[in-house]
């Protein structure tokens, strides 16, 4: 020891061994706790990778979300073929760079990174998908994962008008029969707003080839069909509910009305919903009767004809009611007028005007 103080670089030497040997086991022990750390992250980062699937997968086979026809909600059909204006994701999995929503061209073709435009249109989506992971694995990628699904579609749409509830444009995503695109619509219209008539018209643009028709169906030309709305819905002839093809117009016609004005109870318009026509004593019995000054005998029919020329037809309502003419039928759009008789709504304002002068005197004599 006595040699310390010749010589100082050894002290310094041995103070510095001193301080490092007391700081040496708290750094171990530091050490210690951060490496069970680390290696309990080990298995999470295992365990993750075993959940990650390993084989293609193609949602259009049963995985694709329930709301991916955003137009309409309907299921899609597999065997979807794809067309212009339909929007497809893609998903390529842990290359999110590839992934994105794309539109098919009116070419038919998608643009994707690295592949360039690739044809789209004409092939379903399992056929697309098939294509891509195809066309990536040639030079960029070893197995592609690829995922495809038609996130919109607007290819193949029938629009459906008239007295439905929704009017609109549908798509058609797989087979549909009339009734089914019916009620895609919503159902006809309520008898508040627009209640459907007796017929639905479709418009087909290439015609309908060798449709035969049959009982409650019509041919109104090569490319247009009228079918009874009674029959499509409460029979069980399958021939009437035909399949619906891309770009089809359904239109279901508007219930006719007639019309009671004049002296009734209840004037108005009244629906002929699944009935051609109604008989005057129809009409005057939804109008709930006739007032106490309703001219009978005087009543007439207001009639507008195809050419815009109106007619008025004389009606004596009083032989009606007692048998001894016939019921008149009434065609839609018809306006039944009663007017009032001038004798009794004289005799009515005397009758009035008699008790009101003996309600006042009695009053006088109290």
Request: proline share 6%.
């Amino acid at each position: 020891m006595k040699g310390l103080p010749e010589h100082p670089s050894l002290s310094f030497t041995i103070g510095l061994s001193f301080v490092f040997l007391l700081a040496s086991p708290q750094s171990r022990a530091q050490n210690a706790e951060e490496k069970p750390a680390s290696q309990a992250s080990q298995p999470s980062q295992a365990s993750q990778a075993v959940q990650i699937p390993t084989t293609n997968m193609d949602t259009t086979t049963g995985n694709a979300p329930e709301n991916s026809d955003k137009s309409s909600g309907a299921p899609m059909d597999t065997n979807y073929v794809l067309g212009p204006e339909d929007v497809v994701k893609i998903d390529v999995f842990d290359v999110p760079e590839l992934s994105k929503s794309v539109r098919v061209a009116n070419d038919g073709l998608i643009s994707l990174p690295l592949i360039g435009r690739v044809q789209a249109a004409g092939l379903t989506a399992e056929q697309l998908r098939q294509e891509l992971a195809e066309k990536w694995g040639e030079n960029y990628l070893q197995d592609p994962q690829v995922t495809v699904f038609v996130d919109e579609f607007k290819a193949k749409p029938v629009s459906v008008i008239g007295a439905v509830e929704k009017p609109g444009l549908y798509p058609l995503t797989g087979r549909r029969t009339l009734i089914e695109m019916l009620s895609m619509a919503g159902g006809f219209g309520k008898k508040s707003t627009s209640p459907a008539g007796r017929t639905v018209l479709i418009r087909r643009k290439g015609g309908f080839g060798d449709l035969q028709p049959v009982d409650g169906m019509h041919m109104r030309g090569p490319d247009q069909i009228e079918v009874d709305l009674n029959r499509l819905l409460y029979t069980r002839d399958e021939a009437l509910n035909i399949e619906i093809r891309p770009l089809d117009i359904i239109s279901v016609s508007k219930a006719d009305v007639v019309y009671v004005t004049g002296a009734v109870k209840r004037p108005g318009g009244f629906v002929l919903e699944d009935r051609p026509t109604m008989t005057v004593l129809q009409a005057v019995a939804m109008a709930e009767g006739f007032t106490g000054t309703a001219a009978k005998g005087a009543a007439r029919i207001l009639r507008t004809n195809q050419d815009g020329s109106k007619t008025e037809v004389p009606i004596n309502l009083g032989k009606i009611l007692k048998g001894k003419a016939q019921d008149t039928m009434l065609a839609a759009n018809d306006i039944l007028f009663v007017p009032d008789s001038k004798q009794k709504m004289v005799g009515q304002r005397a009758i009035d005007a008699s008790v009101s002068t003996f309600s006042g005197w009695l009053i006088w004599k109290q």
